[in-house]
């Protein structure tokens, strides 16, 4: 697979896993943050934690849009989807994410709730023009990445004059997430991570920019190193975080060059700019709300926001209590950390979020790393 | 079928399934008379009764049943008939056995297209004069429009296994070589690229194949090495190791560089973020076999065009927690976990 295979070249990553072990100080430990659920989910799948000297160790972050949709905003999903006028269009993944009570899109669907899988944007527009007597709602979720293609469907309806296509927005944004964490490291009283760094997003980055990281370098003299998602990126992107905490250095630096400029993608921004606006805050799972953290359709396209078309009322539910979600997704705590992992709480019954989808710190730990866990209790 | 009967043929290029097809009346003589008789004739179907009646060798009888339940019907490599046949065949082939005969049944939605049917029975009447397992007993039923997708189809195979070889999924011991008889995935990204939301271009064919000779060859190279055989279909690769991990309580260890991957199905899964180890497979098999024989068995799965690809991909390991692990490209350490729920596409 040309421009693929270059990255996954396990010869190349021996090399770069020596690099890092000869820079990495043996008097000193290392803790860097992915904060993107696409990092967590490479780390795992090639099991780069293996090539990694003990005293570097990677924290996981809560960049995973599934995982930190609230479970409110799922029940009105489902409640949405319910509606016998309505075809609900979402993205795979989002289908079996729990919302109260057990249920889930899933199971609305076997209920007989109209909720079809899409895999873009526009094939949910082609839905709304196909079927002009449904009211076809697209349930977007993601963050940067996927909002310029909900911002085009939005375009693209509007322009055929579609009267019976809208957009259930939950669209978030990287950097408020980011600085939620460096501002409010603690949580319920338990002291926050220590962090030496971050590897930024790949995708986000893309889009955004790898200056929209500067300030975190700036602000709270934390390195930050834009990475692509190869295991060959992420593995390059450590050693250069590794050198700037070695160096006492913390700028933004791009490892992602292939696909991430400093100022990013201005047409995707400029779509996006047109059409949506910061909420004033937004509840993300296991955080609460975070302020001007979600976008939603501004006034000239409030045809095309479902909120508004259908009076969605806004639903609060809480976590399962017993979940460790919130920690986890700030780094405070491991998967193995929570009770209910691998107990109640496996990647075929989720409880919390962190489960819910494969880039989930607990589900990429439980479905490619656990063997670990028992091979560390053999040895104790 | 008599005279009168002939006289009233379908029109095979225009016409439709609907319900009188199924009432048991004069209509579904006809559309069984022409289709499926005709696709299917041998002298067991052509005696008409309800039943198939046939002698068997001595042995062990090995019988098995599958409903094909495809969308889309028809995918490059082949079609729900074909994949039927196969699918059938290679079930009975994993006990050591030599299939003899298969039975169909037909569930078919009403409005179903006569073109389509034939087209479906011509295929699998192809595919089971090729395997040399004939069809000769079936059942028809039809169903109101939006009853079923199209066509659903049951079918059943029966063969004989050698009275002492008995291959079965508790057998994979620790030290054990696993063996994999060709590239994985084909099949479900054949599949993918031809559903409607989701076209994409590839040039990957289905592996759609009966494995019978296959086996055949195997069983004949080292019967006594041989401890269980499965064909890896929907779950991939990673279903079926997991469940033999289970059922033996053992564990597995796979090697990720010997895992045959087509460069276009690791495309197309990377594109849409699946992996290939869990991808459908329908004319693969896995073989656990005894360390000494693996050797030779490979070389005979070599030396069958079916088998051309054929690998050692791990061995069996001792682990009171049967995971199936693997040893990624990178020297690193992942479990190869059962899948939960469908392996859906992420979002980015």
């Known amino acids: 697979m040309k421009y693929v295979d270059e990255y996954r070249d396990g010869k190349v990553a021996r090399q770069i896993a020596a690099a890092i072990a000869q820079a990495a100080d043996p008097s000193r430990s290392y803790h860097f943050m992915e904060f993107c659920g696409g990092h967590t989910h490479a780390i795992s799948r090639y099991g780069l934690e293996d090539l990694l000297p003990s005293n570097v160790r990677m924290v996981h972050g809560p960049g995973c849009p599934v995982c930190v949709l609230p479970v409110g905003r799922i029940d009105m999903a489902i409640r949405l989807a319910q509606r016998p006028e309505v075809t609900l269009c979402t993205y795979g993944d989002l289908m079996r994410v729990p919302g109260s009570h057990g249920t889930s899109l899933l199971r609305a669907k076997a209920a007989g709730a109209d909720i079809r899988m899409v895999y873009s944007t526009l094939d949910a527009v082609a839905i709304a023009e196909a079927e002009p007597t449904r009211e076809v709602v697209f349930f977007a979720i993601g963050f940067e990445t996927t909002t310029p293609p909900t911002a085009l469907a939005i375009k693209l309806a509007a322009a055929k004059r579609l009267s019976n296509f809208s957009v259930f927005c939950n669209h978030v944004l990287t950097p408020p997430a980011i600085r939620g964490i460096l501002e409010h490291p603690d949580l319920a009283g338990q002291p926050g991570p220590r962090l030496d760094g971050f590897i930024g997003p790949a995708h986000v980055s893309a889009v955004i920019g790898a200056d929209a990281f500067a300030e975190f370098a700036r602000d709270f003299a934390k390195p930050v190193v834009v990475a692509g998602f190869e295991p060959l990126d992420v593995m390059q992107s450590i050693l250069m975080l590794v050198q700037q905490v070695n160096d006492g250095r913390h700028v933004v630096e791009n490892q992602y060059i292939r696909a991430v400029t400093p100022e990013g993608n201005r047409i995707a921004q400029a779509e996006v700019a047109a059409i949506f606006e910061l909420r004033d805050s937004f509840e993300w799972r296991g955080f609460g709300r975070v302020p001007a953290s979600g976008l939603q359709l501004r006034e000239a396209y409030a045809a095309f926001d479902a909120e508004r078309r259908f009076a969605m009322a806004e639903i609060s539910a809480a976590d399962n209590p017993a979940c460790d979600c919130g920690a986890i997704l700030r780094g405070i705590k491991r998967p193995t950390d929570c009770k209910l992992f691998g107990t109640l709480c496996t990647p075929e019954t989720p409880m919390g979020s962190c489960m819910v989808s494969s880039e989930g710190a607990c589900a990429a730990h439980w479905t490619y790393g656990r063997f670990r866990d028992h091979a560390r209790r053999a040895v104790a | ?348």
């Open chain 2, 1 to 348: 079928m008599s005279d009168r009967i002939k006289r009233r043929k379908l029109d095979l290029a225009h016409g439709r399934v609907d319900l009188s097809h199924g009432a048991g009346g004069r209509a579904m003589a006809h559309l069984i008379g022409e289709i499926f008789h005709a696709a299917f004739d041998n002298p067991m179907l052509r005696a008409g009764n309800d039943q198939a009646a046939f002698e068997v060798a001595a042995g062990r009888m090995v019988m098995t049943t599958d409903g094909y339940v495809v969308s889309p019907l028809f995918f490059p490599g082949g079609d729900i008939g074909s994949l039927a046949v196969h699918g059938t065949i290679n079930d009975v082939a994993m006990a050591g056995a030599r299939p003899l005969y298969l039975s169909a049944g037909f569930i078919i939605e009403e409005g179903f297209a006569f073109a389509d049917l034939k087209r479906i029975a011509d295929s699998m009447a192809a595919a089971s004069r090729a395997a040399g397992v004939p069809i000769v007993t079936g059942d028809t039923k039809v169903v109101e429009r939006g009853k079923a997708d199209g066509v659903f189809i049951t079918t059943t195979g029966v063969g004989i296994a050698p009275r002492d070889l008995v291959l079965s999924a508790e057998q994979a011991r620790p030290g054990d070589k696993v063996l994999l008889s060709g590239f994985i995935g084909d099949h479900g990204v054949a599949v993918m690229s031809q559903r409607q939301n989701l076209a994409f271009e590839t040039s990957i064919q289905s592996d759609s194949a009966a494995l019978h000779e296959l086996v055949a060859a195997m069983v004949s190279a080292a019967p006594q090495g041989l401890r269980v055989m499965r064909d890896p279909t929907r779950g991939g690769l990673a279903a079926t190791l997991n469940e033999l991990a289970q059922q033996s309580a053992v564990g597995f260890r796979l090697d990720e560089d010997a895992v045959p991957v087509r460069p276009e199905v690791a495309a197309a899964c990377e594109l849409l973020g699946l992996d290939p180890l869990y991808v459908a497979n329908e004319g693969k098999l896995v073989a656990v076999a005894a360390p000494e024989a693996a050797d030779t068995l490979l070389a005979a799965m070599r030396a069958h065009p079916l088998g051309r690809d054929a690998a050692i991909i791990g061995e069996v390991i001792e682990d009171d927690h049967h995971f199936v692990q693997m040893t990624t490209a990178f020297g690193g350490g992942r479990i190869v976990d059962w899948l939960a729920g469908e392996q859906l596409p992420r979002i980015c």
